[in-house]
Nanobody, 121 residues
Framework: QVQLVESGGGLVQAGGSLRLSCAAS????????MGWYRQAPGKERELVAV???????NYAASVSGRFTISRDNAKNTVYLQMNSLKVEDTAVYYC???????????????WGQGTQVTVSS
């Protein structure tokens, strides 16, 4: 079994900052890409940022320059530092990890349960 557990969400005023964390645990052989997605009410889930095992990153245009994704491979943990938050950043944030549980297994994507981020004006 593999679990991804997010933490760090909450309520913040516009212009403020939050740092999300997501730790993967369980039967994990190796983790490829890790990422953050978000889903606002009435909208589809969208990619926020992704980071490869080698540290290459990619961001949605709406968060580029304000958010920073990073990871600690030794801890199987991915972070999302969110600065200059806007009301439109309000959403449930989900982390994902593309990983293998055994040498013979294919890459499979796992998801966390989500953490609420609310930005007030």
């Amino acid at each position: 079994q593999v679990q991804l557990v997010e933490s760090g969400g909450g309520l913040v005023q516009a212009g403020g900052s939050l740092r999300l964390s997501c730790a993967a645990s369980g039967r994990i052989l190796s983790i490829n890409a890790m990422g953050w997605y978000r889903q606002a009410p009435g909208k589809e889930r969208e990619l926020v940022a992704v980071i490869t095992s080698g540290g290459s990153t990619n961001y949605a245009a709406s968060v580029s320059g304000r958010f920073t994704i990073s990871r600690d491979n030794a801890k199987n943990t991915v972070y999302l530092q969110m600065n200059s938050l806007k009301v439109e950043d309000t959403a449930v944030y989900y982390c994902s990890a593309s990983l293998r549980t055994a040498p013979w297994s294919a890459l499979r994507e796992y998801w966390g349960q989500g953490t609420q981020v609310t930005v007030s004006s």
